[in-house]
């Protein structure tokens, strides 16, 4: 049934639009032509030719030393041809730009995702495309289908509930995680410098401020290599803002994918 509902309702990525987003998504069931018994499904999977996960990229792609011109908008310039030549694997921002975008569309399907993890997010230059989606949390007439419970890295404090409105705050809340590490070089919005041992990351997202809003203070200090987080356009850094200090108490707040979209557009 959760199958059916979702060949019924896939996100709507325009074609014309040139949307870099994509999904690995049902496209018709696949049954025992004598019982009728259920045996899966084909799906739509459009071809990758070096596909990795985002985090690997994140982390593979060149970075530039901090204070240099060839930050963000260094890597945009390049992107439209200025500036250097083009890097044929990717950009941070491209590819977090389609990532706002896919899950806009699926949002806007009344579906959510839920475990957001960076294992379920492909990257081939500036593409993206979303799998295992049969473990997204998937709405119907009157019907919610559950997915897989959220990932400790990616999931925020103070939710509750079940419900898709929630599930889709959480997501607004793993989209801006994404989006961070995109654009700081794989760095963890929550990561620190910690004198002693480092604490997880889940315990950090729980109890912790954001500590790029007052970096470097006595007791929380931003990572030592991780890049100069004033270097981020201001309308960037106000959503991360939004999301990681008003959304920590107030679910809400948090950016929607939309609010990504024009602003990185």
């Known amino acids: 049934d959760k ?10 990525l325009p074609k014309e ?7 690995a998504w049902p496209t018709d069931i696949l049954t025992n032509a004598e019982s009728g018994e259920f045996l899966g499904y084909r799906m739509s999977r459009p071809p990758l030719d070096s596909p990795k996960h985002v985090l690997d990229f994140t982390e593979e792609y060149p970075h530039t030393e901090s204070g240099s011109s060839e930050g963000l908008l260094g890597s945009i310039l390049k992107g439209i041809g200025i500036g250097g030549d083009t890097d044929s694997g990717g950009d941070p921002h491209d590819i977090s730009l389609a990532l706002a975008e896919g899950v806009r569309a699926l949002h806007q399907a009344g579906h959510a995702i ?9 990257t081939d230059d500036n593409r993206v495309m979303f799998v295992d989606c049969d473990d997204f949390h998937i709405s119907g007439e009157g019907v919610k ?5 959220i990932a400790p890295e990616y999931a925020p404090p103070m939710d509750s509930g079940a419900s898709e409105e929630v599930i889709q705050q959480s997501d607004r809340f793993a989209l801006a995680v994404h989006t ?3 654009l700081m070089e794989g760095y963890h919005p929550f990561e620190t410098d910690e004198e002693g041992p480092a604490e997880e990351l889940e315990a950090m997202i729980q109890k912790s401020p954001f500590p790029y809003r007052v970096p470097d203070s006595e007791y929380l200090r931003t990572p030592e290599d991780a890049p100069p987080y004033d270097d981020l356009p201001p309308e ?5 803002e939004i999301c990681f200090i008003e959304g920590q108490q107030i679910p809400e707040m948090r950016p929607t994918a939309g609010d990504w979209v024009q602003v990185l557009s």
């Not at 639009?17 to 999904?23: P, T």
């Not at 960037?236 to 991360?240: A, P, S």
């Open 3 to 12: 199958i059916q509902r979702m060949i019924e309702s896939p996100p709507d």
């Open 17 to 23: 639009s040139g949307v870099a987003a994509s999904f």
């Open 114 to 122: 839920g475990d957001f993890h960076h294992s379920r997010i492909l």
């Open 145 to 149: 289908y559950n997915g897989s419970d």
């Open 180 to 182: 961070f590490r995109l």
């Open 236 to 240: 960037i850094r106000h959503l991360f």
